[in-house]
């Protein structure tokens, strides 16, 4: 059980970024790659869309399993 209970605290900043990637798909598609541009660069409504559905299906997938986890333990 305690190793439930490590993977979730592991797990939050994981949520954390994902949750962040979904609500801000600009900023976390540039996040560390500001610097290689001199100005704003203009991002596609496409890779906005991809961004935010991996990151949706990375939460609920993520979910799933942590779930599945719990109940094999118990």
């Known amino acids: 059980m305690a ?3 490590i993977g979730f605290i ?4 994981i949520y954390g970024v994902l ?3 979904y609500f801000c798909p ?3 598609m540039l996040w560390g790659k500001r610097w ?3 100005e704003e660069p203009e ?3 496409g890779a906005i869309q991809y961004v935010k559905f991996a ?3 990375s939460i609920i997938i993520m979910t799933f399993i942590f779930i599945i ?3 094999t333990q118990t």
């Open 3 to 5: 190793d439930i209970i």
């Open 10 to 13: 592991l797990m939050i900043p």
């Open 19 to 21: 949750i962040w990637s």
């Open 26 to 28: 600009k900023e976390s």
């Open 36 to 38: 290689m541009y001199k």
């Open 43 to 45: 991002i596609s409504s």
């Open 55 to 57: 990151s949706l299906a």
């Open 69 to 71: 986890l719990i109940v």
